[in-house]
Each structure stands twice: as structure tokens, then as C-alpha cells.
């Protein structure tokens, strides 16, 4: 059975940092890639941020470029999501995905996904 479990949210002032890991079991995901969407309260989910298998590639949403980085260690099966200049607009769930076949921003290309974990950017 394939899980995805997210941690590392919480409650953080603008301007304050976060680190979410997403921890990854079941079957490896090291040929795949790997992203984070969020869900603010009443919106669609979103994409956030996109690694290819190698982590030699990356794809980020505008709102998050420049602030958010993305990563991934394959040997621990989990990808990271390095969250610098929170504002409160970046307040959502948010989900980890994998098992993407190629670099994608659309939520349809993966196949598994987490709980998500709450962050909340207090103004």
C-alpha cells in the first residue's frame, strides 16, 4: 500500500520559514516525479512546485518563485518543499504528490497523493 505522509506545517508570521517533508512508503518513486499542490479555504487545489526523479529539473508556480525550493532524496524516499518569505496568501493545504511521468504542473498526471498538512501565514 502506497502512503505519502506530509509533515513540517504550522503556524508561522509573514515573513517566517518552513520546511514541509513528505515521506514516501509502500513502493519507490525514484524513476517518477514528485510535487506539491495546495488548497487555500474555498479555491481550487493548486500547483506549488514540481521535481523531476534526478531532481535535476524543477518547475514552480509564479507565486511561489524565488521564495519556495523544492527538493528530493531518493535514498529516503521523500521530498522536501523549503518555504522562505511566507505570506499570508501562501495559507493553505498543503498535499504532496507522486508517481508523475514526466514534469508536470497538472494534478491529474499523479497518481498518488498525502493528507496534506495545514500552513498558516499570520499578516
Known amino acids: 500500500q502506497v502512503q505519502l505522509v506530509e509533515s513540517g506545517g504550522g503556524l508561522v508570521p509573514a515573513g517566517g520559514s518552513l520546511r514541509l517533508s513528505c515521506a514516501a512508503s509502500g513502493r519507490t518513486f525514484s524513476s517518477s516525479s514528485m510535487g506539491w499542490f495546495r488548497q487555500a479555504p474555498g479555491k481550487e487545489r493548486e500547483f506549488v512546485a514540481a521535481?523531476?526523479?534526478?531532481?535535476?529539473?524543477?518547475d514552480y508556480a509564479d507565486s511561489v518563485k524565488g521564495r519556495f525550493t523544492i527538493s528530493r532524496d531518493n535514498a529516503k524516499n521523500t521530498v522536501y518543499l523549503r518555504m522562505n518569505s511566507l505570506k499570508p496568501e501562501d495559507t493553505a493545504v498543503y498535499y504532496c504528490?507522486?508517481?508523475?511521468?514526466?514534469?508536470?504542473?497538472?494534478?491529474?498526471?499523479?497518481?498518488?497523493w498525502g493528507q496534506g498538512t495545514q500552513v498558516t501565514v499570520s499578516s
Open positions: 504528490a507522486a508517481g508523475a511521468l514526466r514534469l508536470s504542473a497538472l494534478h491529474y498526471d499523479y497518481s498518488y
Open positions: 521535481v523531476t526523479w534526478g531532481g535535476g529539473s524543477t
